[in-house]
């Protein structure tokens, strides 16, 4: 009797843990579902994990039931621990990704700030820094010291500024990237003499483009004389020197000129005999009237009749006296051809400057220095002299004024026969020619 109501008590209490357990189950499966917000359907890998929760939960229930058959009284320990599902777990928003990612830059930043810089790397770059110090030092110091040498070598110009009381137009075109040198030759044959100019070129250097322009101005050009009214333009250096023939250049062609440089028959010859005279291609017609000019030169130098007459045409090599009468003729071609041979004698003399070597470069400046007179002060020509290197690398050119198709023959009242410009056209080729059209600006 006592054993059939244990045996009863027994499956009793089998029954219970089988409804508890079955109990557990479905509150598992309740919050799974609550969590999701959906049915979800179970894996391979889910089932695979509750099958195997299923047979342990067997496992524990035979060895209860073995036990409570053993007679014994063992106590139940339920142990529930709450599954998650990976699947359930909700994913990182955008926003929290670039928050994350943020974070870990920022801390990647900092490590590499905080990695310590090796000595010899320091060490190196100390180093490196200290020697390209010395040679910026060097450099500065050497490029004072050329100048401090040219400067005393160019002392010995005859240096004559200007004075004036004209002021510049508004409508007179400057560049702060074009220096325009007025080249004036004269006609004296004595140096304290006054005399007009035979020859004017205006050498623009334009450091922006790398330019060279050459562009002559004909002498029996009919222009306004400020104070004097209408004459040719070579009259303005006898009536008034550089600063009228200046300020004629400025109101007549609207260009600023910045400096002035004056030779004679006499610096001229010399300038050419220490470049060691220059090469020009010379034909018959050009040889006979060199030789008549040379008669004349010869005289002014003291020197024989005969000497250095030209006996043969061609490419040669002319001195000093045979490039000044060279540069004279204008029985060939009129003033047109003469200014055209007086540049031609000007790009000679700087394709020889090219082939000098720079201490023969600078022998020549000390011998050909003296002969100028100039309004450009030492410490400006020292300057200059430093860049002529760079100035024989620009591009040349050569402009004329008046330009072709631009002037006409025209007998004035005295009867002097004189060239007719049209201004406009040759105001607009000149600064075209100089600044080119990206240059046109008013003074500055």
């Keep these: 009797m006592d054993d059939e109501k244990e045996l009863l008590d027994n499956i009793k209490r089998n029954l219970e843990l089988r409804s508890d357990l079955e109990a557990e189950k479905e509150r598992m499966r309740g919050k799974s579902s609550k969590s999701g917000g959906q049915k979800k359907v179970q894996t391979s890998s889910q089932k695979s994990m509750s099958g195997t929760n299923e047979q342990e939960m067997s496992k524990k229930k035979t060895k209860r039931s073995a036990a409570s058959s053993a007679g014994g009284e063992p106590e139940v320990e339920v142990i529930i621990e709450e599954y998650q599902d990976p699947e359930d777990e909700p994913l990182p928003s955008e926003r929290e990704k670039r928050k994350l990612r943020k974070e870990r830059e920022e801390q990647d930043e900092r490590e590499h700030i905080q990695e310590p810089v090796p000595k010899r790397t320091r060490k190196k770059k100390k180093r490196r820094r200290h020697i390209l110090l010395k040679l910026l030092v060097i450099i500065v110091l050497l490029i004072f010291g050329v100048h401090f040498l040219l400067t005393r070598m160019v002392s010995g110009t005859d240096y004559q500024p200007y004075e004036t009381d004209y002021v510049r137009g508004e409508d007179v075109m400057t560049s702060p990237w074009v220096e325009n040198i007025l080249v004036v030759g004269t006609d004296a044959r004595n140096p304290d003499a006054s005399s007009r100019s035979d020859c004017m070129i205006i050498v623009s250097i334009n450091r922006r483009y790398g330019k060279l322009v050459m562009t002559s101005i004909l002498r029996d050009s009919y222009v306004e004389i400020p104070g004097y009214g209408q004459n040719r333009i070579n009259a303005a250096f006898q009536y008034g020197g550089a600063a009228l023939l200046i300020q004629t250049i400025e109101e007549n062609f609207k260009i600023?000129?910045?400096?002035?440089?004056?030779?004679?028959?006499?610096?001229?010859?010399?300038?050419?005999?220490?470049?060691?005279?220059?090469?020009?291609?010379?034909?018959?017609?050009?040889?006979?009237?060199?030789?008549?000019?040379?008669?004349?030169?010869?005289?002014?130098?003291?020197?024989?009749?005969?000497?250095?007459?030209?006996t043969a045409t061609g490419m040669?090599?002319?001195?000093?006296?045979?490039?000044?009468?060279?540069?004279?003729?204008?029985?060939?071609?009129?003033?047109?051809?003469?200014?055209?041979?007086?540049?031609?004698?000007?790009?000679?003399?700087?394709?020889?400057?090219?082939?000098?070597?720079?201490?023969?470069?600078?022998?020549?400046?000390?011998?050909?220095?003296?002969?100028?007179?100039?309004?450009?002060?030492?410490?400006?020509?020292?300057?200059?002299?430093?860049?002529?290197?760079?100035?024989?690398?620009?591009?040349?050119?050569?402009?004329?004024?008046?330009?072709?198709?631009?002037?006409?023959?025209?007998?004035?009242?005295?009867?002097?026969?004189?060239?007719?410009?049209?201004f406009e056209a040759n105001v607009e080729i000149l600064q075209k020619a100089i600044y080119e059209k990206t240059e046109k600006t008013a003074q500055e």
């Design 316 to 422: 040669q090599t002319l001195s000093g006296k045979q490039a000044l009468g060279y540069s004279r003729i204008r029985y060939i071609g009129t003033d047109f051809a003469r200014t055209g041979r007086q540049r031609e004698v000007l790009n000679a003399m700087i394709a020889k400057a090219k082939t000098l070597n720079p201490w023969k470069l600078l022998s020549v400046c000390n011998q050909v220095l003296p002969e100028l007179t100039t309004d450009i002060s030492d410490s400006e020509l020292a300057w200059l002299l430093m860049q002529a290197p760079l100035f024989l690398t620009y591009e040349s050119s050569e402009c004329r004024i008046p330009a072709d198709h631009t002037w006409s023959n025209l007998i004035t009242g005295s009867g002097m026969e004189v060239l007719q410009l049209d």
């Design 256 to 310: 600023g000129i910045d400096h002035y440089v004056k030779v004679d028959f006499f610096s001229f010859i010399s300038i050419i005999d220490a470049l060691g005279g220059v090469d020009i291609d010379v034909d018959g017609d050009e040889a006979y009237y060199v030789n008549m000019y040379l008669s004349e030169i010869n005289n002014l130098l003291g020197a024989e009749q005969g000497d250095g007459n030209l």
